[in-house]
């Protein structure tokens, strides 16, 4: 029908403003709004299509389903700690991989099936969407801290997964080559759909927490893939352009994480990254000055200019408030305050852009890698709250480092950096921190909310 067309055409360029609003942070919330808009849209213009097609609607199950998955979503998204966004993400992505295997699986079971391409579609929907559901479990757990987020690696992980990967290919030309969804071709759908959740658990258990960016990217691109797939499975033209978008953005952010890290795909997947852990005590140090909320106040009552590196250890302490205050507090005083992003801050793409965001900053002042690091050398002061591989000079200085090549944000060329970090324990890549040992590095022992919180006192007395 014309105008259910014509309304699918709607829902998928909302969609697409939606996605453009996203990549920037003054449109975000804009976006946002996009694309929840054009769900509603689609949702309801399917359900609409149905309806009028004479296809039976247990509209019981579906308002039912509608308003427990809308409590759970609004009580979650409420509920939910800012530290806690990674894994909310990533159970997300699982979520939507899960949701793709229930309905190929409902559509295979009882419908005749002799086109060898809608077959195909209904396996590769079964195959991605669980891999994406368990594989996001896993990345849960780990960012969730009930299991390691260490690389758990056996012998010869990579061999077998490769070859339970040819055994679900296999499993599936099956299928396929059956015509038909006959109890034997059911029967198999079931055992691909098993060994696929094996291989998500396989593939993400090996991946340490200092690549859950590219993982939570990735498996976002996979969640996409499996909706597309889906949507050739219903023949339904809309949730084929949202897959493909979620699916192709996904991997250009993965593309863009990798970059970051100056690392390829295949090494983040296969490559057991962070496995080995250095015993970074503070007697592994030779050069470390313990500082404090006092002596980094007397620095800033001269600076003019303060540059301010977010990381993980900022989401933990719930410092972004505290964070800006310090920010707002200074500028008063005609100081230059900036924010300096590293793409691969905290635990996801855009985590420390949210934190921030959450706290009013100004869009303006979040300054990405490339934008600012030519600005470190000019720069009075540096605070570094809970950052530590990002501002790491071996990637830069140490060819026999991990973490060599990897772009970082150049602080250790500022005239004077504050480093605030609980200990002088290492970042997810397992490894010493050289900036702790250069010269113009002060170290304040503290909880990150705290410390900034004694600071701004400071400065207030100054």
């Known amino acids: 029908m014309i105008g259910i067309d014509f309304t699918y055409l709607v829902a998928a360029v909302l969609f697409i403003l939606g996605i453009k609003g996203l990549t920037k942070v003054k449109t975000s919330k804009r976006g946002n709004m996009l694309a929840a808009i054009a769900m509603l849209i689609a949702v309801v213009i399917t359900l609409v299509d149905m309806q009028l097609k004479g296809t039976g609607i247990g509209w019981g199950y579906i308002i039912s389903g509608i308003v427990i998955g809308g409590l759970i979503g609004a009580i979650t998204a409420r509920k939910v700690e800012m530290t806690a966004m990674p894994q909310m993400v990533a159970i997300f992505n699982g979520f939507g991989g899960g949701a793709s295997v229930l309905v190929a699986t409902a559509y295979f079971i009882p ?175 030779k050069n470390v000055k313990e500082s404090s909320p006092e002596e980094a106040a007397l620095f800033l009552e001269s600076a003019s200019s303060v540059i301010i590196i977010p990381g ?46 959450e706290a009013n900053v100004p869009h303006e002042k979040l300054m990405d890698l490339d934008s600012i690091n030519a600005d470190f050398k000019n720069t009075d002061v540096v605070i570094v709250v809970g950052a530590n591989d990002v501002v790491n000079p071996a990637a830069t200085n140490d060819k026999n480092s991990p973490i060599y090549g990897m772009p970082i944000l150049k602080a250790h060329e500022a005239r004077s950096v504050f480093v605030i970090k609980r200990s002088l324990s290492p970042g997810f890549a397992g490894i010493d921190n050289e900036l702790f040992d250069y010269d113009n590095t002060r170290m304040i022992f503290a909880d990150a909310k705290q410390a900034l919180q004694q600071l701004v006192l400071e400065v207030e007395e100054l």
Request: aromatic fraction near 8%.
């Open 111 to 285: 419908t005749a099936i002799n086109n060898m391409f809608d077959i195909s579609t209904v396996m590769l929907s079964m195959l991605i969407g669980s891999v994406t559901f368990t594989g996001s479990v896993i990345a849960f757990l780990k960012l969730q801290g009930w299991i390691s987020s260490r690389p758990i690696i056996f012998k010869g992980n990579n061999i077998w997964n490769g070859l339970l990967f040819l055994i679900i290919i296999g499993v599936a030309v099956r299928v396929i080559m059956l015509g038909q969804n006959t109890p034997y071709g059911i029967s198999l759908s079931f055992l691909l759909i098993g060994l696929a959740a094996l291989l998500g658990i396989l593939l993400v258990i090996p991946i340490g927490g200092a690549d859950m960016p590219v993982v939570i990217a990735l498996l976002n691109s996979y969640s996409g893939l499996a909706a597309a797939a889906t949507g050739f499975v219903l023949k339904n033209t809309v949730l084929i352009i949202s897959g493909a978008l979620v699916g192709a953005s996904g991997i250009i952010l993965t593309t863009i994480m990798c970059k970051a890290m100056n690392r390829s795909l295949v090494n983040v997947i296969f490559g057991g990254f962070g496995q080995e852990v250095s015993k970074s005590e503070r007697g592994g140090y």
């Open 312 to 357: 993980y250890g900022l989401a933990v302490a719930q410092a972004q408030h505290a964070c800006q205050e310090l920010a707002e507090m200074l500028e008063k005083r005609s100081i230059n305050v900036r924010f300096a992003i590293h793409p691969v801050a905290g635990r996801m793409p855009g985590h420390m852009n949210v934190l921030l965001a």
